[in-house]
């Protein structure tokens, strides 16, 4: 048997030939969960404008610097302020202007007293209560000023991020659109959950799991539905979803057997790697490119718990770097194992576990058609080629699988 590739080689092989998608900038909404591609600088001051905390009446600190409920001051009030109506803009000594929330202050006030210490006089307001200078009122640029800061390159934009270009006037974000990522599941006994199954047929449980795992892996998943073990259906199939394809991702038809389509298919075009990886789960695998524009195409194993494991060991960093979003790899964790394991030598393994407080607690058995394990697990252990054995307690390495980081 040829001479399996290590894990780390064959992520290498594929990072190597994967490129970051173009930047462009898009529209402020479309940004939430991309990459910033650029640094954005604020290019206005927060608040924009000295502005009022309260509703109530712009006055001169120092004309109501005695106010209290036994000797109320009496200022004339002599217009009014609204948000976004600021007409008047500046008052004199000895007035008061009404003015609401986030107007902006007129010269000559230097605080606001809010209606609560006040009777809410129109002509006149008795005001019964000192402001300290420059209370309630909210200084221009006190939060953000011109020129900070205010998102990064490489932030992954979340909704916070969103309010606050926003807010500095930003309509758009240099940054990577979504990788789009085309999906195909390949056998003659596969078929669509909803329809009836014959005695020797089975459900396409993996196109679900893996356009679902490309969307939580914050891509655009092209679902197909799934091909039959026929060379020329495939190649039709793959040819069809090309166009609107960054990456393809198959499963099934990639071991020996007498119908293994993909790897039949493939083969011939010279392009695309057929091979073991030092790996278990997931031992066959494939990866090259295709068609005129060379897009990338990863053909995972078949059985679901070796096309999950293939997708979250090599497709994920994939999609990442396309998108830019680093760290291209998930970092693991350490965490004390509860139960003893073995493991083959040579083969980095994967073992479904379920993971809470850095104590790893191993789920179900090794059949990597065991998903009902897979989907009561949160995490994988992994235990280096080396490691044949592992006793209660010890120290592993710890994949989360939900964790976005
Ligand atoms: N003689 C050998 N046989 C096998 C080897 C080997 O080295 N020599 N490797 C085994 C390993 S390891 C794996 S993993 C599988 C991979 O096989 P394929 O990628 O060719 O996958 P298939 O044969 O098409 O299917 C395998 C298994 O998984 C089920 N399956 C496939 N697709 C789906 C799907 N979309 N949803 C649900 N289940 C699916 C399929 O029905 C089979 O039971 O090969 C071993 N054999
Ligand atoms: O990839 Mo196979 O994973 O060892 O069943």
């Known amino acids: 048997m040829s001479e399996l590739v290590s894990v780390s080689d064959h992520l290498a092989r594929i990072l190597d030939a994967i490129e970051p998608l173009p930047v462009y900038e898009q529209a402020l909404i479309e940004t939430l969960g991309l990459t910033a591609a650029e640094d954005v600088a604020a290019p206005m001051p927060l608040p924009a404008f000295d502005n009022s905390a309260m509703d109530g009446y712009a006055v001169d600190a120092q004309d109501v610097a005695t106010a209290s409920e036994d000797q109320p001051i009496h200022l004339p009030v002599v217009g009014e302020i609204g948000a976004g109506q600021a007409r008047l ?20 006030c230097t605080a606001v007293v809010p209606y609560e210490w ?50 500095v006037g930003k309509a758009g974000v240099m940054s990577r659109p979504r990788p789009r990522v085309v999906v195909m599941s390949t056998g003659s006994e596969l078929r669509d959950p909803g329809v009836a199954l014959g005695h020797d047929s089975v459900y396409d449980a993996n196109s679900f799991m893996l356009a679902a795992a490309v ?88 059985n679901p718990v070796s096309a999950y494991v293939s997708f979250m060991t090599f497709v994920l960093p994939a999609i990442r770097k396309l998108a830019g979003r680093r760290p291209f790899i998930r970092p693991a964790r350490t965490a004390r194992i509860t139960h003893g394991l073995t493991s083959i030598e040579g083969k980095t393994q994967f073992v479904r576990a379920s993971y809470d407080a850095s104590v790893a607690t ?44």
């Open 89 to 108: 803009l500046a008052m004199s000594p000895g007035t008061a202007v009404k003015i609401m929330t986030g107007a902006p202050v007129p010269q000559g």
């Open 118 to 167: 006040t009777d809410r006089g129109v002509a006149q307001v008795r005001i019964t209560q000192a402001p300290k200078p420059g209370q309630h009122i909210r200084r221009a640029g006190e939060d953000v000023q011109t020129g900070d800061l205010v998102v990064s390159e490489g932030t992954v934009i979340g909704p916070r991020h969103l309010g606050l270009l926003a807010a």
């Open 215 to 302: 969307k939580a892996a914050g891509g655009i998943a092209y679902r197909v539905a799934s091909v039959p073990d026929d060379a020329h259906s495939f190649v039709e199939a793959l040819g069809d979803q090309l166009v609107r394809a960054d990456i393809v991702v198959t499963s099934g038809g990639v071991s020996a057997g007498d119908y293994d389509v993909v790897k039949e298919a493939l083969s011939k075009l010279g392009t695309v790697w057929f091979g073991g990886v030092a790996m278990q789960p997931g031992k066959p695998q494939g990866f090259g490119v295709v068609g005129d524009d060379e897009t990338p195409i990863f053909t995972l194993p078949g």
């Open 362 to 405: 191993p789920v179900g058995g090794h059949g990597s058609h065991l998903i009902g394990d897979l989907a009561e697990s949160n995490a994988f252990i992994v235990l280096p080629r080396e490691v044949t054995r592992v006793a209660p307690g010890d120290s592993v390495h710890v994949v989360l699988l939900d964790e976005d980081v």
